[in-house]
């Protein structure tokens, strides 16, 4: 077992493959459990932003270890390969949270996309330093949480138990008769924001409950429910 784990932490082919799933398995864990709960940052976020890391990690490893044994004659005594990369990991940073905005209806989006960017420019370091073997399974395990994961994601989260729902009423005496309704219907109330739109000679009501269903059952038919409500201007799930 413990020649195991010494191969296992030396740079090679196995142990980088096993570091890379390894680190998007357990982000995707953590990010399932608060998908879950509808938080802004779930599953694929976590993922990706694990994987990057993963990533910068193993390029920190490639290229101290190229600098000591193939890229200096004689090898360097002090050499901080952290810092290579630490200026476009942090312009990244910066670059990503201008992708991140809250609509409207409080509804976070662009994550996944700051997420995708900072692992992307992780790989992109990979590749300026030849870690081409790193680079490549980096590259693949992106696209699939790109492209694939999203459906498996949509199939879970199609019957959650947790949910955040946006109604638009005509007035602010509608919004007991959907409260009352979703109490009926044996759904916990977490949370309601209520944002008030002063009209003409109206005041429309929005409003985003996040709610718990009492039972696993397709979104849809809640919402076909609470559509029926007398003063209901439109609702979706958020």
């Not at 890391?53 to 193939?70: E, I, K, P």
Request: proline share 2%.
């Amino acid at each position: 077992m413990a020649t195991c784990f010494v191969f296992l932490r030396q740079l090679n082919m196995a142990s980088m493959v096993l570091r890379i799933v390894l680190a998007m398995l357990m982000g995707g864990l953590i990010g399932f459990e608060r998908e879950r709960k509808r938080r802004p940052a779930g599953f694929r976020t976590y993922m990706l932003v694990a994987l990057g890391a993963a990533l910068t990690v193993l390029l920190s490893q490639y290229l101290d270890y190229m600098l000591q044994n193939v890229w200096t004659s004689p090898p360097l005594d002090k050499t901080d390969v952290s810092r290579f990369g630490a200026q476009v990991i942090n312009g990244v940073g910066f670059l990503g949270a201008g992708t991140i905005i809250v609509t409207g209806r409080q509804e976070v989006k662009g994550l996944t996309t700051a997420a995708g960017l900072w692992a992307s420019a992780c790989m992109g370091l990979a590749i300026g330093a030849g870690f081409y073997e790193c680079m490549l399974v980096g590259f693949l395990l992106i696209v699939l949480c790109m492209r694939v994961l999203p459906l498996i994601e949509s199939w879970i989260m199609a019957k959650a138990r947790n949910l955040n729902i946006y109604i638009e009423m005509d007035s602010i005496e509608n919004l007991g008769n959907v409260v009352s309704r979703m109490k009926a219907e044996n759904i916990v109330i977490y949370d309601v924001e209520i944002d008030k739109e002063q009209r003409a000679h109206m005041s429309q009501v929005n409003a985003l409950f996040s709610v718990r269903l009492p039972q696993k059952q397709q979104h849809t038919e809640i919402l076909a429910i609470l559509s029926m409500l007398d003063g209901i201007i439109s609702i979706e799930e958020v």
